[in-house]
DNA sequence: CATCTAAATGAAAATGATTTTCATTATCAA
DNA sequence: TTGATAATGAAAATCATTTTCATTTAGATG
C-alpha cells in the first residue's frame, strides 16, 4: 500500500524531481530555477549567463549555486559541459528536446570562431557507438557523452593571411 | 644569384624557423626555448609547467612570453591546445616523433580523472578523414586536427555511489 | 505541527589562469 | 650604424571558478 504511494510520490513533478532524488540531492529552489533556465535555451550558456537569467526568476539565487548546480547536473548526466579554449565553459542540457541537436565544432584558432555543425552525425553515430562500447568495457566507464571538435583556419583568416 | 643566398638562408636552422618566417614573426631566444620545451617533452604541458622548464633553460624568460609563444604556435598550427575542463589549458606539439602518438580522452565527471586511450585509431582515422574532408568543403576551413573526448562515471565513483 | 540535523545557500574572500599595460630591449632591413 | 618596429618581462588587471563560513532551508522524526 505504501509502495503506490511512493509511486505516486515519485509520479509528481517534473522528470528531474527523481533524478535528484536519486542521486541523493535535494530538490531545491535554485536548482529548479537554473534547470527552468537550461530547459529554456537553445543556446550553450555560460555559468554567468545562466546566473544572469536566474537571477531574473528569482534575486535571491547566487553566482555559487549556479557552479554549484550545474556541478552536480553534470555529474549526474543531464547537462554537458563543453569547453573550448574560451576560458570558461558552456552548459548545456542532454536530451533536451528543446535545445539544440546534437552537433559537434569546428574552432577557428586563428579568430576563435565556433561553428556548429549537425552534418554527418549517421556516420558518427555508428563510428561512436562502436567506439564508445569498447572503451566502456575497456576502461570500465560508463560512458554517457562525448565531445567531437576540429581546429583549424577559417577562410576568412586564411585569405587574412594571405595578404 | 642571391636567390640561391636565400633558399640557402632558409635551409639553416631547424625546420620551425621558416615557420615562423612565413607566419611573418621573428624568430628569438624566448621561442626557440619554449620550441626545445615542446620538443623535448611527451606529456601535454600546461602554459606554468612550460614556463617553469623554460625558466629552467633560460631564466630571463617570462611567463607572459609563454602565453604569447603558445598562442603563435597555436595559429601557426605547430601546437594543438586541450582544454577538458581542469580550468587551463594544455599544449603539445602537432607531428612531433617525439611526443605521444595521437590519442583521445576518457574524462570522469565526478572524480575528474583523465584517462588518455590510444585504442581504435584505425576506424577512428577512416571516419575522422570523411568527416573531416566534407567539413573542410562545406565550411571552407582548413582542419589541422581534431579533438575526441568521452564523458562518463569511473568505476571507482560508480562504486562509490552505489554505497 | 514543532523540532532537529544535515544539506544547501549566498556573500565575500581566495585562488589561479590568462591578458593587458607599459616602459625597455632586441631584431633586422636599409 | 641606425631607425622603425616587433618582442619582451614585470606588474597590474581581469575574469572564471572555488573555498570559507555564518546563516537558512528541507524534510525526516517525534
Redesign the pocket.
Known amino acids: 500500500m505504501w509502495r503506490v504511494l511512493i509511486l505516486r510520490r515519485r509520479g509528481r513533478g517534473p522528470w528531474w524531481h527523481n533524478r535528484f532524488e536519486d542521486f541523493g ?7 529548479e530555477v537554473v534547470m527552468e533556465v537550461l530547459l529554456d535555451t537553445e543556446e550553450h550558456l ?3 549567463d545562466i546566473y544572469v537569467r536566474a537571477h531574473e526568476l528569482n534575486p ?6 549556479v ?3 550545474l ?1 552536480i547536473l553534470l555529474q549526474m548526466g543531464i547537462v554537458q559541459k563543453f569547453d573550448f579554449g574560451e ?3 558552456r552548459y548545456e542540457l542532454i536530451n533536451n528536446s528543446q535545445s539544440k541537436e546534437h552537433h559537434h565544432h569546428l574552432v577557428c584558432v586563428q579568430c576563435k570562431t565556433i561553428v556548429d555543425y549537425y552534418d554527418f552525425v549517421d556516420e558518427e553515430l555508428e563510428f561512436i557507438r562502436k567506439t564508445q562500447d569498447r572503451l566502456s568495457d575497456k576502461y570500465r566507464f560508463h560512458i554517457m557523452d562525448h565531445v567531437i571538435s576540429f581546429y583549424g583556419i577559417c577562410e576568412k583568416c586564411r585569405m587574412k593571411s594571405q595578404e
Open positions: 540531492v535535494r530538490v531545491t529552489e535554485p536548482r555560460t555559468a554567468a535571491a539565487i547566487g553566482l555559487t549555486t557552479y554549484r548546480t556541478d576560458g570558461k565553459a
